[in-house]
């Protein structure tokens, strides 16, 4: 029940899952005035990645099956059994020039033919949120995707934008990370920390419903493992607008458990 303070403010508190978050950013990156201005003028390149999947369902407003634009992904020792696996097809990168696909580039040499204020859309898998830094993790020994395009991106003034969930936070030093993983006696992942446009579900709610969030607790059970459990604050109207958005992602199913029609 949300409760308003002396000062007029409403506050109240709300619970995303990880599937809901991927939606509810996905929704808020596709309505960016930079990504809408380029959907009209300019190029956006839309990276493989599990949130970016729902950033193109969200900007292309269509299903697409969201485990085959995934890449990279994190899994536990004994992971859960994929009930799509035999009919999953990959699907192709999506790079839009003025709102059109360009199925002749893909999302390493679309950087390319950027010009100043083209978008690229990469997820990432660790976030530093006060210092508004990432991290990708690159298990390909020629630097993964982010190594292949970053000197095109800073070279040609790119807008990179960084769909990355609250439950990927972590403590410290993502440059000390770095360090610690680019060591020659390591033998897994490396990590690249980058900069950007960080999109979270703090941003989104405030872009989309003009609410501040704040990160109050994390975790739970019967499908809130890895939720985020955040406080809302605004006006009445504001509360009322995030409410109702809100609505209409909660109940999201996990991604892999999502049917694909």
Request: glycine residues 12%.
């Amino acid at each position: 029940m949300a409760r308003r303070s002396s000062g007029g403010t409403v506050r109240t508190g709300v619970t995303l899952t990880v599937a809901e978050g991927k939606r509810l950013i996905g929704r808020a990156v596709a309505r960016m005035p930079a990504v809408r201005a380029k959907m009209r003028k300019g190029m956006i390149v839309i990276a493989k990645g599990t949130t970016n999947a729902y950033v193109v369902e969200e900007l292309l407003g269509k299903r697409i099956d969201l485990m085959a634009y995934a890449s990279g992904v994190l899994k536990p020792a004994r992971p859960d059994a994929d009930p799509h696996r035999a009919r999953r097809r990959t699907l192709p990168d999506i790079v839009l020039q003025d709102g059109k696909p360009r199925r002749d580039l893909d999302r390493f040499n679309a950087v390319e033919h950027f010009k100043p204020g083209d978008v690229y859309i990469k997820g990432a898998n660790a976030l530093d949120y006060p210092n508004r830094k990432a991290g990708i993790l690159i298990g390909d020994p020629q630097g993964g995707t982010i190594g292949k395009v970053m000197g095109h991106l800073v070279g040609k003034r790119g807008h990179l934008v960084l769909p990355v969930g609250l439950e990927k936070r972590v403590f410290g030093d993502l440059d000390g990370l770095h360090r610690a993983l680019q060591d020659a006696a390591s033998d897994t992942w490396r990590l690249q920390p980058v900069t950007g446009t960080i999109v979270t579900e703090i941003e989104a709610l405030r872009s989309l419903a003009g609410v501040e969030a704040a990160l109050a607790a994390a975790g739970g059970v019967a499908g809130a493992e890895g939720c985020v459990a955040l406080l809302l604050a605004g006006s009445r109207a504001a509360v009322a607008k995030a409410r109702r958005l809100l609505r209409s992602v909660q109940g999201e199913p996990r991604t892999l458990e999502r049917a694909v029609r």
